[in-house]
T-cell receptor, first 110, second 114 residues
Framework: GQQVMQIPQYQHVQEGEDFTTYCNSS?????IQWYKQRPGGHPVFLIQ?????EVKKQKRLTFQFGEAKKNSSLHITATQTTDVGTYFC??????????FGTGTSLTVIP | DSGVTQTPKHLITATGQRVTLRCSPR?????VYWYQQSLDQGLQFLIQ???????AKGNILERFSAQQFPDLHSELNLSSLELGDSALYFC?????????????FGEGSRLTVL
């Protein structure tokens, strides 16, 4: 079945370092969403990307959607301890549901 | 606060038993989704309802069933429980039918099967 893969599964960074997580699909996606789940919490929507090659920024977070609409990335500049959590991408196949990636768990070391 | 309410927050039961998890979506949202999250795992899509009708089915076991009522709340029924069913079950709601919109997640129901 359809799978949306995310790498890495885990990432430990020193506070102030950058962080990137990548999301890949075997199928062209109509759009992709990103969610953040804090430890012990529930997923919270961050952003949705729709257009090929789209780039969106939210303060220190930069989201990209690949030209072929099969991959996406989330980059955090100068991580802070508040960035700790698991980041999920969720890719949508046209006419179908969102398939969540496996998630990347980010640990920020003060 | 996402506006999505799930009960109970925690549930401990024994193998072979049956439980019902309840979800009230955000006011005005017609779509309800159920997801299962096992320890250190991603979010496995179980099922979606839109305005009372089943819209999409994911990796939902035959022992599990769900429904959405006229007041739009939804229930997920898990029967003949096994140890492996222990997980966090999330409900999410959306205002759009086709799965295109932002999902608002509840805080989840943590099920422990002993």
């Amino acid at each position: 079945g359809q799978q949306v893969m995310q790498i890495p599964q885990y990432q430990h960074v020193q506070e102030g370092e950058d962080f990137t997580t990548y999301c890949n699909s075997s199928t062209t996606l109509s759009n992709i969403q990103w969610y953040k789940q804090r430890p012990g919490g529930h997923p919270v929507f961050l952003i949705q990307l729709v257009k090929s090659g789209e780039v969106k920024k939210q303060k220190r977070l930069t989201f990209q959607f690949g030209e072929a609409k099969k991959n996406s990335s989330l980059h955090i500049t100068a991580t802070q301890t508040t960035d700790v959590g698991t980041y999920f991408c969720a890719g949508r196949i046209p006419g179908n549901q969102f398939y969540f990636g496996t998630g990347t768990s980010l640990t920020v070391i003060p | 606060d996402s506006g999505v309410t799930q009960t109970p927050k925690h549930l401990i039961t024994a193998t072979g038993q049956r439980v019902t998890l309840r979800c009230s979506p955000r006011s005005g949202d017609l779509s309800v989704y159920w997801y299962q999250q096992s320890l250190d795992q991603g979010l496995q899509f179980l099922i979606q309802y839109y305005n009372g009708e089943e819209r999409a089915k994911g990796n939902i076991l035959e022992r599990f069933s769900a429904q959405q009522f006229p007041d739009l709340h939804s229930e997920l029924n898990l029967s003949s429980l096994e140890l492996g069913d222990s997980a966090l079950y999330f409900c999410a709601s959306s205002g759009l039918a086709g799965g295109a919109g932002e999902l608002f997640f509840g805080e989840g129901s943590r099920l422990t099967v002993l």
